[in-house]
């Protein structure tokens, strides 16, 4: 039942035209589309500049996300906002920081496959809508979802290096190691440094040429 009186504001949501029609549909949604829904205090959309040439995806909002309803605003976001802004890039100015799933998985795990599945539409009309020319994915969550072909290639292997994909044309991926992750074992931080120092000489060269190619097709 709840399904199906979701379906309405599903198509709502999936039919915004504009970003911030899409965001305000699905935060005020009350979607029930996966068992996070009975869990979670509110819907968490993103954080930052839906503007933005670069795209973070997270793996899904934490404690502090899920009451302030703002991704990556608690001790993993606040070094990934320090890390990122080292190399002269600003969180809430330059990109979009998003999720895999928007709602909060209890205890913090890892959402299920069904989660991401329920959740992955939005997550694509959110790819769509903000057109990024740069897709930063946070860990190894992001990674196995967002590029399945890579399931179960290892961090260790993708970590740091750009690459493309069919599934988003146009764009230039890379991973990182998630921020959580660098909280638990900080010896990968110098490794994460080098990561963002490829990332900042890439950014500083500028992401309009992409916008064309990808534009033209
Ligand atoms: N970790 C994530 O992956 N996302 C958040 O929003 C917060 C912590």
Redesign the pocket.
């Known amino acids: 039942m709840q399904f199906d009186l979701f379906d309405g504001s599903r198509n709502q949501i999936l039919g915004a035209t504009v970003y911030a029609d899409f965001k305000e549909t699905l935060a005020r949604s009350n979607c029930a589309r996966c068992p996070l829904s009975s869990s979670r205090t509110q819907i ?1 959309v993103d954080r930052g500049n839906p503007q933005a040439k670069v795209l973070m995806i ?5 404690e502090n ?1 899920d009451l302030q309803g703002r ?2 605003v ?1 001790r ?2 606040k070094l990934l906002d320090e890390l990122m802004r080292e190399v002269g890039f600003n969180t809430e100015t330059d990109g979009l920081i998003i ?1 895999v799933v928007k709602c909060r998985p209890p205890e913090n795990r890892a959402p299920a496959p069904k989660e991401v599945e329920a959740c992955f539409p939005f997550l694509k009309k959110q790819i769509e809508l903000v057109n990024p020319r740069l897709i930063l994915l ?2 190894a969550t992001a990674l196995k979802h967002m590029v399945p072909d890579k399931e179960g290639s290892s961090m260790k292997r993708e970590v740091g290096i750009f690459f493309t994909h069919a599934a988003y044309p146009g764009v230039e991926l890379m991973v990182l190691y ?1 921020p ?1 992750y660098l909280l638990r074992d900080p010896r990968k931080r110098p490794l994460m440094a080098e990561h963002l120092a490829r990332f900042r000489e890439r950014w500083a060269r500028g992401l309009e040429n992409g916008k064309e190619a990808k534009d033209g097709g």
Not at 58 to 62: D, F
């Open positions: 968490v997270g793996e899904a909002p934490g996300e991704a990556f608690g993993a976001g999720n946070l860990g998630h959580a």
